[in-house]
Structures are given as C-alpha cells and as structure tokens.
C-alpha cells in the first residue's frame, strides 16, 4: 500500500532565506519518519508556480573588467532587462563616464543582427577586455581568454566572437540537498539533489506554471527533511534572483512498502 504526502511550500513564508535570496530557503516541517528497513520513497515536484521576475543582467553577469589607454576599469553594468541596443549604449556610457569623458563615447559600438554580434570601436586607444569579466555570454566572447583590439584603418576594433546572449536563464533547476537521488546533472556530476528541472518559457514579467503528473524519483538518502532546504538555481548552478517577487510549489513523497521475499 503506498502512502502520498504532499507538502505545500510557499517562499513568503519561509522559515529562512539565505543571503535574503528568495531563490534559496529553508522552510521548518514537522517529523516524517520513513522506516528504510521496510519502506521506500519517492519525490516529485508536483507542480509549482515561479515568476519570471528576475533581470537579464544581475550580480551573475554584470562584471565588465577592461583596460583602456593603459588604466584598469572595473565596471559593474547596473542590473536590469536590456535589448541589444540598451546594453550596447549602457557599456558606451560606463566607459565614458570611467574616463570621465565628457565628449563624444570613447569606445562606440554597433550591432550586426546578420551575425548576431557587438563590434567595438575607438579612434582614441587600444583597449583589452579581460576573462574576469563576467558579462562574455551577453556580450558574445568566449569564457577564458582575454580580448584586445586591433588597429584597423585608424579605429581599434574589436568584435565578439560568438553570438550574443542576453536569454541568460533557460532552465530552473529545483535544488534540495536534503535528497539524495539518482539524477544526473551533466554540468555538476557529483550533484545528486535535482528534484526537478523547469524549462523557462513565456517573457518577463509573467509567471512560468510548471506541473508533473508522472515523474518520481526514488529517494537513496533523506537528510534531516525537518529543516528542508528549497533552490531554485540556473543551469550554470546559479541561484536565481527574483528580485524579492515569491514563488510556490508543491513536493509530493510517496512511501512505499518494500516486498518482502519469499523464502
């Protein structure tokens, strides 16, 4: 005979946020005892109700590190939805104000919507974006190696080498290490906690309705499910920002009693 518990989780009211994130919280339940002797469990997120209320540029991607005619710029893109054309001129106007330039942009950029990529251009100097940057996805540059720009015909240019992204979040992972399960996440092997992974559709500022009606996942480990630990992160293993705007959910375990074997 199985037995279905259903827990309700809202993130409004949850017991603790970590770093006030609402994306990662800690909710107080009572006792459930499960006898591994003579029983297994399964988890499933039954369905959950998630904003989309969280930036295209926030404190994941929002580092721009470049050195111009010779100084270091930290530069910290402020965190907010963009199109390609607001991002372009909001890292004109950060530069220009770095070098507190009061004339024309010091580096222009252009947007090339064939090839889906920003060049930049200065008649002033050479510049250097740098791998510590955290913006190359958004801005088109592959992850690891440092850029420069290059002298031609009086301007130096330079123009990222892969397509743009600015759909930074395209999948919600539901993250518990409370379980331990089978589920594989090829980008962090040795992370076993997925409960469930919600594919990110619709535009922002709408809501993202996610239900399950088949899958369950067989529970190895069950770590202490009274303080139970609730992420919602990217697929880069990122906890996402919701910019305070709550989520809901609920998580279904099914109890199962084992056969016994017939001697």
């Given at each position: 005979m199985n037995e279905n518990l259903e827990i309700y989780l809202n993130s409004k009211t949850a017991n603790q946020r970590v770093l006030n994130e609402v994306g990662n919280c800690y909710f107080y339940l009572p006792n459930i005892e499960i006898n591994t002797d003579t029983e297994e469990a399964y988890i499933s997120v039954r369905?959950?109700?998630?904003?989309?209320?969280?930036?295209?540029?926030?404190?994941?991607?929002?580092?721009?590190?470049i050195t111009y005619g010779g100084?270091?710029?930290?530069?910290?893109?402020?965190?907010?939805?963009?199109?390609?054309?607001?991002?372009?001129?909001?890292?004109?106007?950060?530069?220009?104000?770095?070098?507190?330039?009061?004339?024309?942009?010091?580096?222009?950029?252009?947007?090339?919507?064939?090839?889906?990529?920003i060049t930049f251009t200065s008649v002033h100097h050479q510049y250097t974006i740098h791998n510590t940057s955290t913006c190359y996805e958004i801005i088109g540059f592959k992850e690891g190696a440092d850029y420069t720009s290059t002298l031609i015909g009086g301007a130096h240019i330079l123009t990222s080498n892969i397509s743009v992204n600015l759909f930074v979040i395209r999948t919600i992972y539901v993250a518990s290490d409370n379980f331990i399960l089978s589920n594989i996440n090829a980008s962090t092997p040795n992370n076993a906690s997925i409960l469930a992974s919600i594919p990110v559709v619709g535009n922002p500022n709408n809501i993202i309705h996610y239900e399950n009606t088949t899958s369950k996942h067989r529970i190895h480990h069950l770590n202490n499910i009274n303080n139970l630990h609730i992420k919602l992160i990217d697929q880069d293993g990122d906890v996402i920002e919701f910019n305070d705007v709550n989520w809901s959910m609920t998580l279904e375990i099914t109890i199962v009693k084992k056969q016994k074997n017939n001697i």
């Open positions: 369905n959950a109700v998630i904003p989309f209320s969280w930036y295209s540029v926030n404190s994941t991607n929002n580092k721009l590190d100084t270091l710029h930290n530069l910290i893109i402020p965190s907010g939805n963009y199109n390609i054309n607001t991002l372009r001129t909001q890292i004109s106007d950060l530069i220009n104000e770095a070098e507190q330039h009061g004339g024309s942009h010091l580096i222009s950029t252009s947007y090339n919507p064939k090839t889906n990529k």
